[in-house]
């Protein structure tokens, strides 16, 4: 009778205690699973694996991630100080970093040797060509669940509950799946110096293109070049003048969606649609007046934000980076302004911003699952305010919470430029819009066709060139390339 008894109390207590493993590995914030125990090969041993609460990951499996870090406008030191609160918390996972400015080379290098043990488990920026024929070919790890993941210190609440409006939506489908995942914002246009603006009565918000012709007119008539950008780098005009400015025109003429599907997958025409034309008409008659900095075909990215530090220009075309990548050279009592290009002839019109998206991007597929998870569990802990925060202070990056970019408190602690952004879009009511495409085009005749047009942006900046011709024949080369992609 006891033995029986002795029995039964035994294999409840063993229930309960494997009940309650498993409970432990399904609990918390739901990011990933795994089995709550596992038994020992040793005869006659079991062994419970611990876990974190939170995310179910084994405690005691040590687990070392390769970070490929692209270190551009923001730096690196907000990703160490993060890394370093990331593996106090989980003292088993080993953070590897390589860093370099030239991430896209390394990049390319790894992929192209085709060893995926050598290949980093995650990295912030993508190789030359692009991600998409990555995707295509299953290199990357699919992200659409980090979205619903928990956030470290709003355990209530989603990635998706929390992060900026339009972010999700903006982030790219590839074959119906996101493979990427950005832990910041970004938005382009022209910054400046708000001082010189206020001791000069310039139009710090003009609403119309008119009223931005005419603020650039008021600012060559007192003798200051109106807009800069690096023409060694002349895909900088982007930030103020690309895709965002056809969307804009788009969305005026009444076909804003169809034209970004158009634009997703290149279907024709592209180069020579009506509001391609359009936006490169404006940005060409500009020139012809002379509002682009003269000396721009020598000038670096760098040295173009210069010009605008040290008053030989009013404006510069590039994205919120421009005061963290500037702070040794900015004198302290300096404050960035910011606008953007108004294309619209009626403030009853939607002003389109350019958007970006940066952070931790993409992960390798082809990487353990254990790894895999651990990569996005880093990546969620880059959410975590005190991170997010830091990284907008120190750093100037656009945080993706919106409970930060939402909280005056905080707010106040950011960059002047990020500060001007975020004042902007709310003034303005604008809408902003991540550029990207869904499909992938190998055919050189595409990489000739974006050759030309770079070729000749800064000519057309100069009023040197007329961009109709040039764009006439870059059409006919992606045309090519199309009709290549189809066969």
């Given at each position: 009778?006891?033995?029986?008894?002795?029995?039964?109390?035994?294999?409840?207590?063993?229930?309960?205690?494997?009940?309650?493993?498993?409970?432990?590995?399904?609990?918390?914030?739901?990011?990933?699973?795994?089995?709550?125990?596992?038994?020992?090969?040793?005869?006659?041993?079991?062994?419970?694996?611990?876990?974190?609460?939170?995310?179910?990951?084994?405690?005691?499996?040590?687990?070392?991630?390769?970070?490929?870090?692209?270190?551009?406008?923001?730096?690196?030191?907000?990703?160490?100080?993060?890394?370093?609160?990331?593996?106090?918390?989980?003292?088993?996972?080993?953070?590897?970093?390589?860093?370099?400015?030239?991430?896209?080379?390394?990049?390319?290098?790894?992929?192209?040797?085709?060893?995926?043990?050598?290949?980093?488990?995650?990295?912030?920026?993508?190789?030359?060509?692009?991600?998409?024929?990555?995707?295509?070919?299953?290199?990357?790890?699919?992200?659409?669940?980090?979205?619903?993941?928990?956030?470290?210190?709003?355990?209530?609440?989603?990635?998706?509950?929390?992060?900026?409006?339009?972010?999700?939506?903006?982030?790219?489908?590839?074959?119906?799946?996101?493979?990427?995942?950005?832990?910041?914002?970004?938005?382009?246009?022209?910054?400046?110096?708000?001082?010189?603006?206020?001791?000069?009565?310039?139009?710090?918000?003009?609403?119309?293109?008119?009223?931005?012709?005419?603020?650039?007119?008021?600012?060559?008539?007192?003798?200051?070049?109106?807009?800069?950008?690096?023409?060694?780098?002349?895909?900088?005009?982007?930030?103020?003048?690309?895709?965002?400015?056809?969307?804009?025109?788009?969305?005026?003429?009444?076909?804003?969606?169809?034209?970004?599907?158009?634009?997703?997958?290149?279907?024709?025409?592209?180069?020579?649609?009506?509001?391609?034309?359009?936006?490169?008409?404006?940005?060409?008659?500009?020139?012809?007046?002379?509002?682009?900095?003269?000396?721009?075909?020598?000038?670096?990215?760098?040295?173009?934000?210069?010009?605008?530090?040290?008053?030989?220009?009013?404006?510069?075309?590039?994205?919120?980076?421009?005061?963290?990548?500037?702070?040794?050279?900015?004198?302290?009592?300096?404050?960035?302004?910011?606008?953007?290009?108004?294309?619209?002839?009626?403030?009853?019109?939607?002003?389109?911003i350019r958007s970006g998206t940066t952070g931790f991007n993409y992960i390798w597929a082809a990487k353990p699952d254990l790894n895999k998870k651990w990569a996005k569990?880093?990546?969620?802990?880059?959410?975590?305010?005190?991170?997010?925060?830091?990284?907008?202070?120190?750093?100037?990056?656009?945080?993706?919470?919106?409970?930060?970019?939402?909280?005056?408190?905080?707010?106040?602690?950011?960059?002047?430029?990020?500060?001007?952004?975020?004042?902007?879009?709310?003034?303005?009511?604008?809408?902003?819009?991540?550029?990207?495409?869904?499909?992938?085009?190998?055919?050189?005749?595409?990489?000739?066709?974006?050759?030309?047009?770079?070729?000749?942006?800064?000519?057309?900046?100069?009023?040197?060139?007329?961009?109709?011709?040039?764009?006439?024949?870059?059409?006919?080369?992606?045309?090519?390339?199309?009709?290549?992609?189809?066969?």
């Amino acid at each position: 009778m006891f033995n029986t008894k002795m029995k039964r109390w035994m294999s409840a207590g063993a229930a309960a205690i494997l009940s309650a493993t498993m409970l432990a590995a399904c609990g918390g914030n739901g990011n990933t699973s795994g089995p709550a125990s596992s038994p020992s090969n040793s005869p006659g041993q079991s062994a419970e694996v611990e876990v974190y609460p939170e995310n179910g990951l084994p405690k005691n499996e040590e687990v070392t991630l390769k970070v490929g870090y692209f270190i551009g406008g923001y730096g690196r030191e907000w990703f160490d100080k993060a890394v370093e609160s990331f593996t106090k918390k989980y003292p088993n996972v080993k953070i590897d970093i390589t860093a370099s400015s030239d991430m896209q080379t390394i990049l390319s290098t790894k992929i192209s040797a085709g060893n995926d043990k050598d290949m980093f488990d995650l990295f912030n920026t993508a190789p030359a060509g692009g991600v998409v024929s990555l995707a295509e070919a299953g290199k990357l790890e699919p992200m659409d669940d980090i979205w619903d993941y928990k956030l470290p210190d709003v355990p209530d609440k989603t990635v998706k509950d929390l992060s900026m409006p339009g972010m999700y939506e903006s982030t790219p489908l590839i074959q119906g799946k996101r493979y990427e995942f950005a832990i910041f914002t970004s938005f382009g246009g022209l910054f400046y110096n708000k001082k010189l603006f206020e001791e000069h009565g310039w139009n710090q918000n003009p609403k119309t293109w008119e009223e931005f012709k005419q603020l650039l007119a008021d600012i060559k008539a007192d003798g200051i070049a109106p807009i800069t950008f690096p023409g060694i780098h002349p895909n900088y005009h982007t930030w103020a003048f690309g895709p965002a400015k056809n969307f804009e025109l788009a969305d005026i003429n009444g076909h804003a969606e169809q034209f970004i599907e158009n634009y997703k997958t290149y279907t024709l025409p592209q180069y020579t649609s009506p509001e391609t034309v359009e936006t490169w008409t404006r940005f060409y008659e500009l020139g012809k007046l002379g509002y682009f900095a003269e000396g721009l075909p020598a000038l670096t990215h760098t040295q173009s934000q210069m010009q605008v530090l040290q008053g030989q220009a009013a404006m510069v075309s590039t994205g919120t980076h421009v005061e963290n990548e500037m702070k040794e050279a900015t004198p302290a009592d300096f404050e960035w302004g910011y606008m953007a290009v108004p294309f619209r002839d009626s403030e009853d019109q939607t002003l389109w911003i350019r958007s970006g998206t940066t952070g931790f991007n993409y992960i390798w597929a082809a990487k353990p699952d254990l790894n895999k998870k651990w990569a996005k569990e880093l990546i969620v802990w880059l959410l975590h305010l005190d991170n997010q925060q830091i990284a907008a202070e120190e750093a100037g990056a656009l945080p993706m919470r919106k409970d930060l970019t939402e909280d005056p408190s905080r707010t106040v602690n950011l960059t002047s430029s990020a500060q001007a952004v975020l004042k902007y879009i709310a003034d303005n009511k604008a809408h902003t819009y991540k550029a990207s495409r869904s499909v992938s085009i190998s055919d050189p005749n595409l990489a000739q066709a974006e050759k030309l047009l770079n070729e000749n942006i800064v000519k057309f900046a100069l009023g040197k060139q007329d961009p109709k011709p040039i764009l006439e024949e870059a059409e006919k080369l992606l045309t090519k390339a199309v009709e290549a992609a189809k066969k």
